[in-house]
């Protein structure tokens, strides 16, 4: 593989896998060129870049990474400037919980269910969503909005005093809810000041400009101070 071809990510826009991904990508100031992948679709490749068929999928540095959170841990050794984790083994077991807590509780329990039904079901062609699944997923995404709202009125960042991988975790999930208008943000004051402080740093403004054919951005979307 050319090892100085354009760094290029595989992935979709709604993605919070492949959104994660992008903001740490922006945040270390990599450029990238972004590959819609639709992996659904017949003729795909991503068997072939990722035997998990799973994306993201990033080509960097000669060779192709996948999985998200290997991807960005793997960032942040590989481009130290600006720090993503902490220097502590506590504070970094820290962050790492709370991203498996996106990654795996929040994704289970909200995102997943609700961008399934709502989004991925049209966009795939694959029947009409089940609004069983969609309350579900609004019931259980407050609970998590307090559980984060608490943490944040003790910490600075989700994960300690310094921003770090489970703000972009969080921040990449809680954007793809807030492009279909499903996040109460007047739940927690604590974490809408939060989210409207990492939605203006220069590494979201990518995401912000995000179309999603069919599916327009909710009205406060893209403005900073929704």
């Known amino acids: 593989m050319n090892t100085h071809s354009t760094p290029r990510?595989?992935?979709?826009?709604?993605?919070?896998?492949?959104?994660?991904?992008?903001?740490?990508?922006?945040?270390?100031r990599i450029d990238v060129e972004l590959v819609e992948e639709r992996w659904w679709e017949p003729g795909s490749e991503i068997l072939r870049r990722n035997p998990a068929g799973k994306i993201p999928v990033l080509r960097l540095d000669g060779r192709l990474w996948s999985e998200s959170q290997a991807i960005v841990e793997y960032l942040d050794e590989a481009y130290p400037n600006p720090p993503l984790m902490p220097l502590m083994p506590a504070e970094r077991h820290e962050v790492r919980r709370l991203c498996a807590w996106f990654d795996d509780k929040f994704n289970t329990e909200v995102t997943r269910p609700i961008l399934s039904?709502?989004?991925?079901?049209?966009?795939?062609?694959?029947?009409?969503?089940?609004s069983r699944?969609?309350?579900?997923?609004?019931?259980?995404?407050?609970?998590?909005?307090?559980?984060?709202?608490?943490?944040?009125?003790?910490?600075?960042?989700?994960?300690?005093?310094?921003?770090?991988?489970?703000?972009?975790?969080?921040?990449?999930?809680?954007?793809?809810?807030?492009?279909?208008?499903?996040?109460?943000?007047?739940?927690?004051?604590?974490?809408?000041?939060?989210?409207?402080?990492?939605?203006?740093?220069?590494?979201?403004?990518?995401?912000?400009?995000d179309q999603v054919p069919g599916f327009a951005p909710a009205p406060h979307y893209a403005q900073l101070d929704f």
């Not at 709502?118 to 966009?123: E, G, I």
């Open 9 to 28: 990510l595989y992935h979709v826009a709604l993605s919070p896998f492949c959104r994660k991904v992008r903001l740490v990508l922006a945040e270390k």
């Open 117 to 130: 039904e709502r989004v991925w079901k049209k966009v795939m062609n694959a029947g009409y969503p089940d």
């Open 133 to 209: 699944l969609v309350k579900s997923g609004l019931r259980a995404v407050k609970d998590h909005m307090d559980y984060l709202g608490h943490l944040l009125e003790h910490r600075k960042w989700l994960g300690g005093n310094m921003l770090t991988l489970a703000d972009f975790t969080a921040a990449a999930h809680l954007s793809c809810l807030d492009y279909i208008s499903d996040v109460d943000w007047d739940r927690s004051a604590a974490l809408r000041d939060w989210y409207a402080t990492i939605k203006s740093r220069p590494a979201f403004r990518n995401l912000l400009v």
